[in-house]
């Protein structure tokens, strides 16, 4: 069986009428990564700050590392690697000094030059904190989340801000660190992150679970049909598809063709038709269910940003 190392049942914390928790109960397994992710606004944040014992809730039972937050505080810390939603150095303090100050922090720390080169952070040395880049400063709190050797990461909303590139490079170093036997928890309101980054994911509205499963298993559970779309050279009957079993409906929106069907099957079924009869058709694109697909089907909302 796996290791619980994570568990929290029915967590409340309000802020006046605000219901931030809303008996909130969840498990995280040892080696994995968790996501727990939604709007901002969601009760994401103070979740997290529950479990890391930086926030103290209304009512309900943490453990941590089989350690309760409220009275062994520190304890929980010593093993833990936390980077912060909203994080900042004083500008003129440079790196090697974050990280030299940050290890005096523990008991326990690691040789932290490789993990400077690691995260490409090793030309960087000497540079103050104002003068990296946006990417630069997120690698810089990974790092300085890892400098105890921690059992289980907390990552919160770590790439908010980052440009598409920064952002997936991100993506590989959190992967990276969790085939290093690393636990991570993260929250993220980024619907493709979670989608790409964990085994396992909460979706919270309004500080309530509304679904928890893998990604793969929350996709599945909605039933939208995949999509296959494409246009075609010449004259073409709509009707000649229905031929393909696979395909449950099918429409002509201006110059393009769009099918729909529950699998992957549709795809392949209808291919191998356009290929077999001589129809040929262009810009072939497919459109598949994704973690946002589920959020909306839950909550019949766009996601709040």
Not at 63 to 88: A, F, K, Y
Not at 241 to 269: A, H, P, T, W
């Amino acid at each position: 069986m796996d290791k619980i190392i994570v568990k929290i049942e029915n967590l409340y914390k309000s802020y006046g009428k605000i219901k931030a928790c809303d008996d909130i109960s969840f498990e995280v397994f040892q080696g994995e990564i968790f996501g727990l992710v939604g709007p901002n606004g969601a009760g994401k944040t103070t979740t997290i700050e529950c479990i890391e014992g930086l926030r103290k809730p209304g009512s309900g039972n943490i453990n941590v590392l089989g350690l309760s937050p409220s009275t062994n505080g520190s304890d929980i810390r010593q093993r833990i690697g936390i980077q912060l939603q909203q994080s900042e150095l004083p500008g003129r303090i440079k790196v090697w000094e974050a990280m030299d100050l940050f290890s005096s922090f523990y008991k326990k720390n690691i040789e932290w030059l490789p993990l400077l080169e690691n995260l490409g952070l090793k030309e960087k040395y000497g540079a103050y904190f104002s003068k990296l880049s946006g990417g630069q400063k997120q690698r810089l709190f990974i790092a300085l989340s890892l400098i105890n050797d921690p059992e289980l990461v907390f990552l919160d909303e770590l790439t908010t801000g980052l440009d598409p590139q920064a952002r997936r490079a991100t993506w590989e170093l959190i992967d990276t660190i969790n085939k290093k036997g690393k636990t991570i928890f993260l929250t993220t309101h980024y619907m493709e992150e979670a989608e790409r980054l964990c085994d396992r994911v909460a979706i919270v509205d309004h500080g309530k679970i509304i679904a928890l499963d893998s990604p793969q298993n929350l996709i599945r559970s909605i039933k939208i049909e995949n999509k296959l779309i494409f246009s075609m050279a010449g004259d073409f009957q709509l009707d000649t598809l229905n031929n393909i079993k696979s395909i449950s409906k099918y429409e002509k929106l201006g110059d393009k063709i769009v099918v729909y069907g529950q699998d992957n099957k549709m795809v392949r079924d209808t291919v191998n038709f356009l290929a077999k009869n001589n129809i040929d058709f262009y810009d072939l694109k497919t459109e598949q269910a994704t973690l946002e697909d589920v959020f909306l089907t839950l909550t019949g909302k766009e996601i709040r940003s």
